[in-house]
C-alpha cells in the first residue's frame, strides 16, 4: 500500500468548513484513497473513499487531484462532535490475501473549536 | 441494524487468565478481523477471517487464537493473558469479494478494553 503523509494537528472553528489534507505520491493506478476516524475511545469510522473522481456523502467530500498524488476530506460545517484524529489510508480497492489490513498511520488531529 | 457489535466493553483480566472476545455483524459480509490498538498507536491486525470457514495469522498473532462460528461471529480468545496483551480491541468487518469489483471498506466495532494485571 502507498504511503500517506498528513499533518499532524489542525484546528477548525465550528460552523466553518475543515479541509484535510494527504500527499500520496506513491500512490499506484489501482489504489482508492480511504478516509476513516477516531473520535476518542471509539471504533473507527468510515467516511468516504474514492479512486479518480471527487466524492460525495452525507458526511464529507472528497477531492482527489488529476494526478492523484494527493487529496483534501472536507467536512462543509465542522461541528464539536467533528473533533477527533483523521486517517488517510491508500490501498488496493478488492484486496484479497496478504492485503486484508489496513494501515492506519498517525493521522491528523482536527481541534473543532466553539 | 446493529453494525458490528462486541462483548465485553470492559475486562480486567489476571496474569495466566483465559477468556474469549465476541464479535457480531448483521451486514451479510463475508471478511472480518480483529485488530489490536495501544496507546499512541495505529492498529495492528491480529487474525482475520476472509470468509466463514477461513482463518489467517495477521502482523500480531501470538497468544490469540481465533474461531470464525459462522457467517455473522467471529471471536478472539487470550488462553493465557499477559500483561502486554492489555489493549483495545476492534471487530472489523467486510464485504470483501474475490470476484467484486467495489472497494472493500471496513467497519468497526466499538471495542473492548481490556486490562491484564
Known amino acids: 500500500d502507498a504511503k500517506t503523509t498528513q499533518p499532524t494537528s489542525m484546528d477548525c472553528a465550528e460552523g466553518r468548513a475543515a479541509n484535510l489534507p494527504c500527499n500520496h505520491s506513491t500512490i499506484s493506478g489501482n489504489e482508492y484513497v480511504y478516509w476513516y476516524r477516531q473520535i476518542h475511545s471509539q471504533g473507527p469510522q468510515y467516511i468516504i473513499h474514492g479512486l479518480k473522481n471527487n466524492e460525495t456523502n452525507e458526511m464529507a467530500s472528497l477531492i482527489i487531484t488529476e494526478d492523484r498524488k494527493s487529496s483534501t476530506l472536507i467536512l462543509p460545517h465542522a461541528t464539536l462532535r467533528d473533533t477527533a484524529v483523521y486517517y488517510c489510508?491508500?490501498?488496493?480497492?478488492?484486496?484479497?490475501?496478504?492485503?486484508?489490513?489496513?494501515?492506519f498511520g498517525k493521522g491528523t488531529l482536527l481541534t473543532v473549536n466553539p | 441494524n446493529a453494525g458490528v457489535t462486541q462483548t465485553p466493553k470492559f475486562q480486567v483480566l489476571k496474569t495466566g487468565q483465559s477468556m474469549t472476545l465476541q464479535c457480531a455483524q448483521d451486514m451479510n459480509h463475508n471478511s472480518m478481523y480483529w485488530y489490536r490498538q495501544d496507546p499512541g498507536m495505529g492498529l495492528r491486525l491480529i487474525y482475520y477471517?476472509?470468509?466463514?470457514?477461513?482463518?489467517d495469522k495477521g502482523e500480531v498473532p501470538n497468544g490469540y487464537n481465533v474461531s470464525r462460528l459462522n457467517k455473522r461471529e467471529f471471536s478472539l480468545r487470550l488462553e493465557s493473558a499477559a500483561p502486554s496483551q492489555t489493549s483495545v480491541y476492534f471487530c472489523?468487518?467486510?464485504?470483501?469479494?474475490?470476484?467484486?469489483?467495489?472497494?472493500?471498506?471496513?467497519?468497526f466495532g466499538p471495542g473492548t478494553r481490556l486490562t491484564v494485571l
Open positions: 489510508i491508500v490501498r488496493v480497492g478488492n484486496s484479497g490475501g496478504s492485503n486484508y489490513k489496513l494501515t
Open positions: 472489523a468487518s467486510s464485504i470483501y469479494s474475490a470476484s467484486g469489483k467495489t472497494a472493500d471498506t471496513q467497519y
Open positions: 477471517s476472509a470468509s466463514e470457514g477461513t482463518t
